[in-house]
T-cell receptor
């Protein structure tokens, strides 16, 4: 069965550069969540989208933006990268944001900022 | 105080031991996910619970909605069970849901 696909798997950027992370949800899933997990930390919610509209916002820096496209894939754009942005970025998808819809995670994108 | 708390934070067990990880939450609605993350790996959803008990192989998850408490049990633990186990609770916001993650329990099973 198709899973949540994230690309790239690994990304190395320098300070002040820009990065774009992509997430392709499970087919027919219309809700996408982005999480950031720093080294040794729990995943922190960044932002979510439902039906291509931003539905909730967490601790996402103003330097970051995201959107969900007509095919439901989502992109997280990160500008003016800082060393502290180095983390594992997870995307998860579910159906209609329903609380009883299974939550599926991608394998994450590991971003290293040097 | 975290909205979703797990205990213990770290756990070392001998192979074959019965393991229990607990999750208590103060937010969210009547459902909870148990997730597993192997070192350096992605997150896998083990269970989604809204009531009672679920079993999958050597893993058993229970939930008490009234007490807002869930437990994950591993029977006959094995070194490959070594991972971080996280409970996640959906919290309703504006008609959709975001997930609040627990602090995670780092399990190490020794051979």
């Amino acid at each position: 069965a198709a899973g949540v696909i994230q690309s790239p798997r690994h990304l190395i950027k320098e300070k002040r550069e820009t990065a774009t992370l992509k997430c392709y949800p499970i087919p027919r899933h219309d809700t996408v969540y982005w999480y950031q997990q720093g080294p040794g930390q729990d995943p922190q919610f960044l932002i979510s989208f439902y039906e291509k509209m931003q539905s909730d916002k967490g601790s996402i820096p103003d330097r970051f933006s995201a959107q969900q496209f007509s095919d439901y894939h989502s992109e997280l754009n990160m500008s003016s990268l800082e060393l502290g942005d180095s983390a594992l970025y997870f995307c998860a998808s579910s159906l209609r944001g329903a609380y009883n819809s299974p939550l599926h995670f991608g394998n994450g994108t590991r971003l290293t900022v040097t | 105080k975290n909205e979703v708390e797990q205990s213990p934070q770290n756990l070392t067990a001998q192979e074959g031991e019965f393991i229990t990880i607990n999750c208590s939450y103060s937010v969210g609605i009547s459902a909870l996910h148990w997730l597993q993350q192997h070192p350096g790996g992605g997150i896998v959803s083990l269970f989604m619970l809204s009531s009672g008990k679920k079993k999958h192989g050597r893993l058993i998850a229970t939930i008490n909605i009234q007490e807002k408490h869930s437990s994950l049990h591993i029977t006959a633990s094995h070194p490959r069970d070594s991972a971080v186990y996280i409970c996640a609770v959906p919290e309703s916001t504006s008609g959709t849901y975001k997930y609040i993650f627990g602090t995670g329990t780092r399990l190490k099973v020794l051979a």
